[in-house]
């Protein structure tokens, strides 16, 4: 049960840490395979951060991306004394299964960026999860001792340093908004350990959502057919300037592992700040709209009795979010951010993901057939997806506070769907406690449930009555 609600959890969610909440009616059915934190000046990796040019094609632009590109890409290995696999994603990686001896053993492979002259490079966070060390080669062949700087596994990105004799070659940050469909791109990177592999395809979409069976929870990709196969996870997706677009994650599969035409990648601009954020405060600073809703099609549109089929429909408003502070309301439909169209939620969620708390954003809606713009004031997330309880619970407010006459404790935002086709509805209350433990805060619910090895939990809630009760999930 517990592990039915961690897939379903994931699916009510996507995205929701980016804007507060998504509700999930349609998706595509894709099947892919993935292919201590310090804190120091960003100074050698900010000043490398640029737009994407334009460049005139020829014969050998592909030459030259190339040429500019695999020596920056390197070899990563995650050694581990206990190596096994724990997901479909270690596949990507290269990992086999190894019984451990109390030796540093292989677990598996990937491929990296460098981003910097001295050595800071970007990888996938599946790549270096769970390893005891992590060891680097070069293209050159010379292998180093990586020091993990700080990793997110919610975008899947990961921050590596190494400490060479020598300046190193690197490739800085293009702007992936400004990359097209159709766009040629090449994927660089290690696959099936073969160092120093480039691939050619084209941008096949952009802001691509792999839905519920991607455990991570940024939910706009970039999908090329330029090949990617296990060894690849970690590496460079780059225009043919050789400037860095993307890090290339997944892949569609036939159940495999190996790669049938699809291939996706972190866009830059949210790898560039996931980055920025490690080294500057050792953890993600990710700013949320407050709102809850569901992206816009054709069937979405007839339910919600509206003429516009694209777009991201807000079904709910958090109070004290920046959005209520700035007007937006129930029924409102965002179609732009930031002068960039909101077709579908991962346009949306892709852009907040490069955002920090106390950001603005200049948000387009359409009210009663009528645009308008507002600037909304991005705050800091205080959700957390519960998934071994099947909900979604958030700091109270002040208003929560003095609504249900509480001083500790967290407001339940959203309940699992087949809770509540089990009648079971938890939304809109309060958790006070798990386990007999007192709940405080969203961090109380983390640190109980990460210390919990009970299969089922016992939970306390509050309705707006004051009834206290319990629940076994």
Do not use: C
């Not at 090449?186 to 802001?207: D, E, H, Y």
């Amino acid at each position: 049960m517990k592990k039915h609600f961690t897939s379903l959890l994931s699916a009510i969610m996507g995205g929701a840490i980016a804007i507060g909440g998504y509700h999930f009616l349609v998706k595509e059915n894709i099947s892919e395979h993935s292919h201590p934190i310090i804190s120091e000046s960003s100074q050698g990796i900010s000043s490398n951060f640029q737009r994407v040019a334009n460049f005139n094609f020829d014969e050998n632009s592909f030459i030259n991306a190339s040429n500019k590109t695999v020596n920056s890409v390197v070899h990563v290995k995650n050694m581990t004394i206990s190596p096994e696999i724990t997901s479909i994603f270690d596949l990507f990686s290269g990992n086999t299964p190894q019984r451990g001896n109390g030796k540093e053993r292989l677990a598996g492979t990937g491929s990296g960026v460098i981003i910097s002259p001295d050595g800071y490079i970007v990888t996938n966070n599946h790549v270096i999860s769970g390893a005891s060390s992590v060891q680097v080669t070069l293209n050159n062949n010379q292998t180093y001792k990586a020091e993990i700087i700080g990793s997110d596994s919610s975008s899947d990105i990961a921050l590596l340093k190494i400490k060479a004799p020598e300046k190193l070659p690197y490739l800085t940050f293009a702007d992936s908004d400004n990359t097209q469909i159709g766009e040629w791109v090449l994927a660089v990177g290690n696959p099936f350990n073969l160092t120093s592999t480039v691939t050619a395809g084209i941008i096949s979409a952009k802001a691509r959502n792999l839905g519920n069976q991607y455990n991570g929870k940024v939910e706009s990709y970039i999908q090329t057919d330029a090949a990617v196969n296990s060894g690849n996870s970690g590496g460079a997706l780059v225009n043919l300037n050789g400037d860095l677009i993307g890090i290339n994650t997944a892949i569609a599969s036939a159940n495999t592992g190996t790669f049938v035409g699809y291939s996706f990648a972190v866009p830059s601009n949210i790898a560039k700040k996931v980055v920025e954020d490690l080294i500057e405060y050792g953890n993600v600073q990710r700013g949320v709209l407050g709102i809850a809703g569901t992206e816009l099609n054709s069937e979405t549109a007839e339910k919600l009795k509206t003429k516009q089929t694209e777009g991201f429909y807000i079904d709910s408003v958090d109070e004290e979010s920046g959005a209520e502070k700035a007007g937006i309301k129930k029924g409102d439909i965002i179609t732009q951010m930031d002068n960039l169209k909101i077709r579908t939620f991962s346009d949306l969620s892709g852009h907040i993901n490069t955002k920090r708390p106390n950001d603005t954003v200049k948000v387009t809606i359409l009210r009663d057939g009528k645009s308008k713009d507002v600037t909304v004031t991005l705050q800091k997330n205080s959700s957390y997806v519960a998934n071994d309880l099947g909900i979604i619970v958030k700091d109270l407010s002040e208003k929560d506070k003095k609504e249900f006459k509480l001083k500790n404790g967290v407001k339940i935002t959203q309940t699992s769907p087949l809770f509540i086709e089990n009648g079971v509805d938890l939304t809109g209350k309060v958790l006070i406690s798990i386990n007999g433990k007192e709940i405080t805060n969203t961090d109380s619910v983390k640190k109980i449930l990460e210390n919990s090895n009970s299969q089922r939990n016992a939970i306390i809630v509050q309705n707006k009555n004051g009834e206290k009760e319990r629940y076994f999930l």
